[in-house]
């Protein structure tokens, strides 16, 4: 069985989830008191509490359908982060354009799709494995490039140029589209109180982000 399933976790019940983005940083202070701050982690994990999104006993039983067959935490899933999931701010329509991924050289005929957030002072390059098929669009210098010219792998972010269209030496390359975060379950247990539940009681479904 595959680690990971092409799927995406029931995208009407992950609209209503809770999450964000996790950082690991250790700290020390020193005698002077003053803080010696070191990053663990090059990218940021997301972390998301999918239970928030479960309505109606419907709902339930779809995501104990969904957790089944990923057998728990055994295969990871595509999960719909409901504030973060383009390339753009999520009340834009995605263009082309959003997002620099490199610039040519004349020989290099793939990139990695990208997700910058920040600007200026320290701004953080994030790798989008999972870009949603149909919904990526790539230019060149500013020209968008017609779909003969390209490929996209959705399974892995990666965009490539077809023999006679490999980006020029300093061509800038960028893309726009909507994308996926890579999760599994957090724990093998999903811990269900139907009587809670009825009462009004929020089940938990912890999610978080894997490396792909």
């Known amino acids: 069985m595959a680690d990971f399933h092409e799927v995406r976790f029931p995208a009407d019940i992950a609209f209503g989830s809770t999450g964000g983005p996790e ?3 250790e700290i020390v202070t020193l005698g002077s008191g003053r803080e010696q701050r070191n990053s663990r982690w090059a990218h940021s994990r997301r972390r998301f ?3 928030y999104g479960i309505r109606s006993l419907d709902d339930l039983a779809a995501v104990i359908a969904f957790f089944e067959e990923r057998r728990g935490r055994l295969c990871g899933f595509r999960f719909r982060d409901p504030v973060d999931f383009r390339s753009c701010l999520p009340s834009q329509t995605p263009a082309a354009t959003d997002q620099t991924l490199g610039t040519g050289d004349g020989s290099t005929a793939t990139f990695q799709l990208v997700k910058r957030y920040g600007a200026g002072i320290a701004p953080y390059d994030r ?3 999972k870009p949603v098929a149909g919904t990526v669009q790539v230019a060149v210098n500013g020209a968008g490039q017609t779909a003969d010219r390209w490929w996209v792998d959705v399974t892995s972010g990666t965009v490539g140029f077809n023999a006679g269209f ?6 800038v390359v960028t893309a726009g589209f909507e994308f996926d975060v890579p999760v599994r379950f957090e724990k093998d247990t999903l811990d269900i109180d139907l009587a809670a539940f009825e009462a009004g009681s929020v089940p938990s479904v912890p999610l978080t982000e894997i490396r792909v």
């Not at 490999?166 to 061509?171: E, F, I, L, Q, R």
């Open 23 to 25: 950082r690991r940083t």
């Open 49 to 51: 509490e999918a239970g």
């Open 127 to 129: 790798p989008v494995r």
């Open 166 to 171: 490999v980006p020029a030496a300093g061509a």
